[in-house]
């Protein structure tokens, strides 16, 4: 924690656990070997390696814990191996240099704010596994173009994609229920967007500051807070 000299590390294979803040604040890490023994990395082990361009997990990996990475702003690409299931809160926000990332179906749980002002990242795929899009999970991640969201989602939280100004087009799946507040707050390329009759429930200023989407078709039963869409929007009931 806080060795702000130390460029490299290769840990034996006797670890199986990175515990919480173990290199957090070691701004000179540009590499580190994670030996296959490893299954767990703890809340903020990597938080504030400015250096850490890229780093590979071990298949043995099932879990990455609170802000492991965040602020580790040279982070270009992290591969996920098949075994993580669980992706923790704010793992890799601030990572403004992370351009892209795969998902792999193994994980059922992203985390709140999990890439949450990855400035960089232009797409994402979630997989199938996943049931909910967490609050802030990918809130002001302003060059995210595109996403696609798997029928299994049900949930997509409160700022989810708040500020996510070059989404032009989202896919909402059959499976969705409900929109939190603030989902897509402040999407100004957002154009266009299909809501399913599944959806029950739009939250408060969901669509707010949407300025490129003129128009929208609610579902007949839908819930929708007054506040949901701005005046420009033009909402009609199917």
């Given at each position: 924690?806080?060795?702000?000299?130390?460029?490299?590390?290769?840990?034996?294979?006797?670890?199986?656990?990175?515990?919480?803040?173990?290199?957090?604040?070691?701004?000179?890490?540009?590499?580190?070997?994670?030996?296959?023994?490893?299954?767990?990395?703890?809340?903020?082990?990597?938080?504030?390696?400015?250096?850490?361009?890229?780093?590979?997990?071990?298949?043995?990996?099932?879990q990455i814990g609170d802000q492991t990475f965040r602020d580790c702003t040279s982070l270009a690409s992290i591969t996920l191996p098949a075994s993580v299931t669980q992706i923790g809160d704010q793992a890799f926000r601030d990572c403004a240099s992370l351009a892209s990332i795969t998902i792999p179906a193994s994980v059922?749980?992203?985390?709140?704010?999990?890439?949450?002002?990855?400035?960089?990242?232009?797409?994402?795929?979630?997989?199938?596994?996943?049931?909910?899009?967490?609050?802030?999970?990918?809130?002001?991640?302003?060059?995210?173009?595109?996403?696609?969201?798997?029928?299994?989602?049900?949930?997509?939280?409160?700022?989810?994609?708040?500020?996510?100004?070059?989404?032009?087009?989202?896919?909402?799946?059959?499976?969705?229920?409900?929109?939190?507040?603030?989902?897509?707050?402040?999407?100004?390329?957002?154009?266009?967007?299909?809501?399913?009759?599944?959806?029950?429930?739009?939250?408060?200023?969901?669509?707010?500051?949407?300025?490129?989407?003129?128009?929208?078709?609610?579902?007949?039963?839908?819930?929708?807070?007054?506040?949901?869409?701005?005046?420009?929007?033009?909402?009609?009931?199917?």
């Amino acid at each position: 924690h806080g060795c702000t000299s130390l460029a490299s590390i290769t840990l034996p294979e006797s670890v199986t656990q990175i515990d919480a803040h173990a290199f957090h604040g070691c701004t000179s890490l540009a590499s580190i070997t994670l030996p296959e023994s490893v299954t767990q990395i703890g809340d903020q082990s990597f938080h504030g390696c400015t250096s850490l361009a890229s780093i590979t997990l071990p298949a043995s990996v099932t879990q990455i814990g609170d802000q492991t990475f965040r602020d580790c702003t040279s982070l270009a690409s992290i591969t996920l191996p098949a075994s993580v299931t669980q992706i923790g809160d704010q793992a890799f926000r601030d990572c403004a240099s992370l351009a892209s990332i795969t998902i792999p179906a193994s994980v059922t749980q992203i985390g709140g704010g999990a890439f949450s002002f990855c400035t960089s990242l232009a797409s994402i795929t979630i997989p199938e596994s996943v049931t909910q899009i967490a609050e802030w999970a990918f809130s002001g991640c302003t060059s995210l173009a595109s996403i696609t969201l798997p029928e299994s989602v049900t949930q997509i939280g409160g700022y989810a994609f708040n500020g996510c100004k070059s989404l032009a087009s989202i896919t909402i799946p059959k499976s969705v229920t409900q929109i939190g507040a603030w989902a897509f707050e402040g999407c100004a390329s957002l154009a266009s967007i299909t809501l399913p009759a599944s959806v029950t429930q739009i939250g408060r200023e969901a669509f707010d500051g949407c300025t490129s989407l003129l128009s929208i078709t609610i579902p007949s039963a839908t819930v929708v807070d007054p506040s949901a869409f701005s005046e420009h929007t033009h909402v009609t009931r199917a």
